[in-house]
Nanobody, 116 residues
Framework: EVQLVESGGGLVQPGGSLRLSCAAS????????MSWVRQAPGKERELVAN????????NYADSVKGRFTISRDNAKNTVYLQMNSLKPEDTAVYYC?????????WGKGTLVTVSS
């Protein structure tokens, strides 16, 4: 059974940092690209970043470029999202996602709140 479990969310002040983690199990992690997607209150889901299976290529939404960094440790079956210079508009539930055989698998998400 595919499982994706996010952690690391919380309350942070504007300008602060957080690192999210997503622990994967139930599939060959190192064979698949991974993504972070977020959903702010009242808004549609937004792709934040993705990373190829080997970690050699990453892509970011314009809204987070230069502030967020996606990375992965295939030995630990974990993908990370380092978030710096956080803004109130980054407040959202952050989800880890993987696509296998045209099926999307999602974690339950972790809430990030940026507020003073």
């Amino acid at each position: 059974e595919v499982q994706l479990v996010e952690s690391g969310g919380g309350l942070v002040q504007p300008g602060g940092s957080l690192r999210l983690s997503c622990a994967a199990s139930g599939f060959t992690f190192g064979d698949h690209a991974m993504s972070w997607v977020r959903q702010a209150p009242g808004k549609e889901r937004e792709l934040v970043a993705n990373i190829t299976s080997g970690g050699g290529t990453t892509n970011y939404a314009d809204s987070v470029k230069g502030r967020f960094t996606i990375s992965r440790d295939n030995a630990k079956n974990t993908v990370y999202l380092q978030m710096n210079s956080l803004k109130p508009e980054d407040t959202a539930v952050y989800y880890c996602k993987s696509r296998m055989n045209w099926v999307d698998y999602w974690g339950k998400g972790t809430l990030v709140t940026v507020s003073s």
